[in-house]
């Protein structure tokens, strides 16, 4: 009873996680107003009862893409090395290059997914906009503390603002996303990541910058 139990619930929980993943690829390629029930269950071979039984709603679905695939991406990928680094200049440069070598046809063409739904969904919608923002909090604060730490540490000049400065480099990061995808121009994203990256290294204390 336990084991059929478990392969149950188990089935269940990959008929839920086929059903968000295709979601959100929906989502990222047509943005979420114009995403597809029929086409995710098409992706999925899931039915529709199987869906809703999962999901009340497509709005319902959505919120489950952004907490789900979406946080835990930013998570994984960007906040989790900023608490282990041993320099957050470092480690950010490194993770620029690695999701343009891991990504960088596909953000080009689409964007960043957490940008194309802020920037469709938050005029319209608080729950989308909650949700997304929180995201961005939780991004902006593991970059503050980082540089705060890396600040005691005599990595990280003392005169700037963690706070400040986590905004900055941010939009800065987002808005070299949403321009390279606007020319649909790698050059235009190499171009202004290099500006990100030459900004970043002015951050570090002198003795940094001449080693």
């Given amino acids: 009873m336990f084991h059929r139990s478990g392969g149950a619930d188990s089935n269940l ?3 839920r996680q086929r059903l968000l993943e295709a979601a959100f690829n929906e989502i990222y390629k047509y943005g979420f107003q114009a995403a597809s029930l029929s ?3 098409r992706h999925t071979g899931v039915t529709k009862g199987a869906l809703y039984h999962h999901f009340s709603s497509k709005t ?9 695939i979406i946080a835990t991406s930013i998570e994984e990928f960007w906040v989790k090395p900023l608490h282990q680094s041993g320099n957050p200049i470092d480690t ?3 993770q620029m290059y690695k999701v343009v070598e891991e990504t960088g046809e596909e ?12 920037q469709e ?7 989308f906009r909650e949700r997304l923002e929180q995201i961005y909090i939780s991004w902006r604060e593991a970059i503050a503390t980082a540089l705060t730490v890396a600040q005691e540490r005599g990595q990280v000049r003392r005169d700037i603002d963690p706070g400040q400065t986590s905004i900055f480099v941010l939009a800065a990061l987002e808005g070299c996303v949403g321009s390279a995808k606007a020319a649909q121009s790698m050059d235009m994203l190499y171009a202004c990541g290099n500006g990100l990256i030459h900004y970043l290294n002015g951050l570090r204390v002198e003795q940094e910058n001449r080693s």
């Fill in 13 to 15: 929980e990959q008929t």
């Fill in 39 to 41: 086409r995710i269950l």
């Fill in 60 to 68: 319902e679905l959505g919120y489950a893409v952004v907490e789900e």
């Fill in 92 to 94: 950010f440069i490194e």
């Fill in 107 to 118: 953000m080009l063409r689409l964007g960043c997914p957490l940008n194309n739904l802020a």
């Fill in 121 to 127: 969904m938050s005029p319209i919608d608080d729950g």
